[in-house]
């Protein structure tokens, strides 16, 4: 069974406006993480936001936000005031368990940021 | 700080040659991996080691083999090269301790293969 589903394969979005890039994921764990990396044209991958299981508010770091919602068994990446740069390919990954650090990767959102 | 260095960046092999691809990392990291990357897919676990002296199989490890006598390298061993096997390789390198924590894994370049 397919562990991260990442349903939109490509989006498209104006500078300086917010979009959404969906991530549901499947797991019995009760402990698990959930990255979410970006992979642009260069094909280097870069971390940008992490939450964990038990964490009790939705993960921030900078421009990005991670809307977690456990019941729905969903996390969305939040990017606000897009801009040209952000244009790239999004991965949602999942940890499952705390001692392992093995990933699940999503097939990945295309999104392209126009001016 | 290199951070995760991978060498060759890109590679052509013929069908049934071996070659041995390298991985580096200079941030005392306990945990290394390989994932391969297919066009259009996310990437995919080869194998993983939990320190040196220590490997264990991801997803997809047939036609690898891995080992691990250093703390900082970590190589990817490709034995009689498929068509198959013709992908883009990510080594990537995390910091654990006793379990939890946000260890995001950092990634190398990526080694772009081609075996024809």
């Known amino acids: 069974a397919q562990k991260i589903t990442q349903t939109q394969p490509g989006m498209f979005v104006q500078e300086k406006e917010a979009v959404t890039l969906d991530c549901t994921y499947d797991t019995s764990d009760q402990s698990y993480g959930l990255f979410w990396y970006k992979q642009p044209s260069s094909g280097e991958m870069i971390f940008l936001i992490y939450q964990g299981s038990y964490d009790e508010q939705n993960a921030t770091e900078g421009r990005y936000s991670l809307n977690f919602q456990k019941a729905r068994k969903s996390a969305n990446l939040v990017i606000s005031a897009s801009q040209l740069g952000d244009s790239a390919m999004y991965f949602c990954?999942?940890?499952?368990?705390?001692?392992?650090?093995?990933?699940?990767f999503g097939t990945g959102t295309r999104l392209l940021v126009s001016p | 700080n290199a951070g995760v260095t991978q060498t060759p960046k890109f590679r052509i092999l013929k069908i049934g040659q071996s070659m041995t691809l390298q991985c580096t990392q200079d941030?005392?990291?306990?945990?290394m991996y390989w994932y391969r990357q297919d066009p259009g897919m996310g990437l995919k676990l080869i194998y993983y080691s939990v320190g040196a002296g220590i490997t264990d199989k991801g997803e997809v490890p047939n036609g690898y083999n891995v080992s691990r006598s250093t703390t900082e390298d970590f190589p990817l061993r490709l034995e009689l090269a498929a068509p198959s096997q013709t992908s883009v390789y990510f080594c990537?390198?995390?910091?654990?301790?006793?379990?939890?924590?946000?260890?995001?894994?950092?990634f190398g370049p990526g080694t772009r293969l081609t075996v024809t």
């Open positions: 990954a999942m940890r499952e368990g705390l001692g392992f650090q093995k990933l699940v």
């Open positions: 941030m005392n990291h306990n945990y």
């Open positions: 990537a390198s995390s910091y654990s301790k006793g379990g939890g924590g946000a260890p995001e894994q950092y």
